[in-house]
């Protein structure tokens, strides 16, 4: 087999480049690390895919750490999903590991620093210290108590630790440079007080190491050679530095940090601050409704794991911000089901059609092909008789050349079954179509090898036989936001571009093979999308939800 041969990205140029210059290949070691302060959305679907990638890529450890040191946002429900949503999508990490693991750690490593005079306490207020910290082009101005005696500030340290301090009142600060030109490195702080009881440690702590304070350490206790984040962490890479200074011995792996563009998805928001409020207050079903972004969702919506690494391989990693088009996201799940889905057929808004010339009390159990693009899909049976559904929208009294359905007067193709011809129908006070008779050709039937059954007409239509027909709720999504970029508009809260008809329920009537389908099963309803059954479906009620439509907006704009 050729394989294609992929060209690296900016990251496995940077680790081609470390190997080129003696780092051993086996101390190449990464990790995933969340905030288990809400579920995984598509854009960590990014760096779980870069990050594990990279391990299979070198054959190398990816820890799935918890970054877990602010205990007011943080809970284990979160964990819980997390761990499930990477399981999922089908990596494996090395090690479960926990940031709030290494808190005595931390604080042996900060006793260490405020010893070296490298540390001090802080009493002063926020906005004090606010107004110190300068600009990004004035230099800031110290502290008074930046003078502090070690002594001091190893007790007021102790009492801080203690809980003898109130919350906001005292805080621990790095001392590195006021004036320096990175604002990151102006004192930065790297303790707070917070009295709250934390998922994993109880109230062992009502001290709180600071992100900075504790990613880079975690990252070195856990040897981990190549510490990949987000944009915004650039200007925080000295800071990250500074702190393995003061740590590192000289025989052990120094971690480096380095940083790629968020995935940005357009039509949506994607931070998890901005999906906890749609959950909140109630805009969504929860963070697994099938219109969220997060892996819950898409899962729930019916999307594969194989589609999320296709779509995150696709847009690929990148050096700057940009936002990537949900058109592709939507196309790689159309590509994986036109593969994968297995073929029914569906009425969503049914209209009744009889046969008139078909006996009445006949069925008929015809053949039919499950997936003509997958030749080991085999065959199904479904129910034929003398009255069916057809959509409403199948259907004209009249109409020009162009509508290739069923028309009075001429003829379609019902899927796998016979050909029809309108002649009449019944309409109600509101001239809506309400019942269709039609005749039939008994010498037609699909793949019976007669000359009537290789007649060539233009149209074919779906149907559900009316006996036979299961009923199923069938809910339909359209974007969650009417904007392309609901995110960061001048003004503008996200919250004014929700799309009020996000959600649309329709009761459909389905092939009764459908009726054993079992959650998250999914299906191509035939001339109508693909679909998978949701989770609130019981064993006497279908619930389908509308994966995608199959029109594709992403391949036209290729063309
Ligand atoms: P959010 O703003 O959504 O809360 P976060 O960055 O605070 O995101 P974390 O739990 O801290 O969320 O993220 C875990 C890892 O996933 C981090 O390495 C982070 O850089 C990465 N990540 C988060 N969001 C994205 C995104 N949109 N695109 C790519 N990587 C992301
Ligand atoms: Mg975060």
């Known amino acids: 087999m050729i394989e294609e041969k992929k060209s690296l990205n900016f990251i496995e140029q940077i680790i081609e480049e470390d190997l080129a210059n003696g780092l051993p290949k086996e101390k190449l070691r990464f990790r995933f690390p969340p905030e288990p302060n809400g579920y995984l959305h598509i854009g960590h679907a990014a760096s779980i895919c870069l990050n594990f990638g990279l391990g299979l890529r070198y054959n190398a ?3 799935l750490r918890f970054d877990d040191t602010n205990p007011t946002k943080e809970e284990q429900e979160y964990v819980d999903a997390i761990k499930h949503d990477i399981d999922w999508l089908g990596f494996k990490w090395d090690k479960e590991l926990y940031s709030s693991d290494y808190f005595q ?17 802080d009493n002063q207020s926020s906005a004090e210290m606010a107004q110190q910290k300068g600009t990004p082009t004035e230099p800031g101005t110290d502290s008074p108590n930046r003078n ?8 007021l340290f102790m009492k801080m630790k203690n809980g003898e301090f109130e919350e906001g009142s005292h805080v621990l600060r790095a001392k590195i440079d006021m004036k320096h ?14 009295k709250k009881r934390h998922h994993r440690t109880g109230n062992d702590w009502c001290i709180y190491p600071m992100y900075d304070w504790t990613h880079g350490e975690s990252d070195y206790l856990e040897q981990i050679s190549h510490s990949i984040c987000t944009l915004e962490f650039k200007s925080h890479r000295d800071l990250y530095d500074w702190y393995l200074d003061q740590v590192v011995e000289s025989d052990k ?10 995935r940005n998805l357009s039509y949506t928001v994607m931070s998890k601050r901005k999906l906890l409020q749609l959950v909140e207050e109630g805009f969504v079903n929860g963070w697994d409704d099938p219109r969220m972004p997060t892996i819950s969702g898409l899962r729930r919506r019916g999307y594969t794991p194989a589609s999320i690494k296709t779509f995150s391989e696709t847009a690929g990693i990148s050096k700057r911000d940009n936002v990537t088009d949900v058109a592709l996201l939507e196309h790689c799940i159309k590509d994986d089901l036109n593969k994968t ?9 049914p209209v009744k059609l009889i046969i008139t ?21 085999g065959y199904r049976e479904v129910p034929f008789s003398r009255e069916i559904y057809i959509e409403q929208e199948d259907f004209r009294e009249e109409a020009n050349k162009k509508f290739f359905r069923l028309k009075l007067g001429s003829e379609v193709r019902l899927k796998n079954a016979y050909i029809i011809k309108a002649e009449s129908c019944l309409k109600d006070e509101n001239g809506e179509v309400t019942e269709i008779y039609c005749t039939y050709d008994d010498d037609s039937l699909s793949g019976s090898g007669t000359e009537a059954s290789k007649r060539k007409v233009k149209g074919t239509l779906h149907w559900v036989s009316v006996k036979h027909a299961e009923k199923a709720e069938v809910r339909v999504y359209d974007r969650l936001f009417t904007d392309e970029a609901p995110d960061g508009q001048k003004d503008k809260d996200f919250k004014e571009f929700i799309n009020p008809d996000s959600l649309t329920i329709v009761d459909a009537f389905v092939e009764p093979s459908l009726k054993t389908a079992k959650v998250l099963d999914r299906f191509q309803f035939q001339r109508l999308g693909y679909f998978c059954v949701d989770t609130d479906a019981t064993p006497d009620k279908l619930v389908f939800n509308r994966t995608v439509p199959l029109r594709d907006s992403w391949a036209k704009m290729g063309e």
Do not use: C
């Open 341 to 349: 889905a297995p073929r029914v057929m569906a009425v969503m808004n």
């Open 148 to 155: 502090r005696s070690v002594e001091e500030n190893l007790a």
């Open 61 to 63: 450890p990816v820890n």
């Open 253 to 262: 792996l120094r971690p480096k940090q380095r940083e790629f563009a968020r």
């Open 105 to 121: 750690q931390l604080f042996d490593w900060t006793i260490e620093l405020i010893k070296e005079g490298k540390a001090y306490v």
């Open 357 to 377: 010339n078909y006996p009445e009390g006949k069925e008929e159990w015809l053949t039919a092909e499950n997936n003509q693009e997958d030749e080991n899909a």
């Open 181 to 194: 030109t990175n604002m990151h490195m102006r004192d930065p702080i790297m303790y707070r007080i917070l």
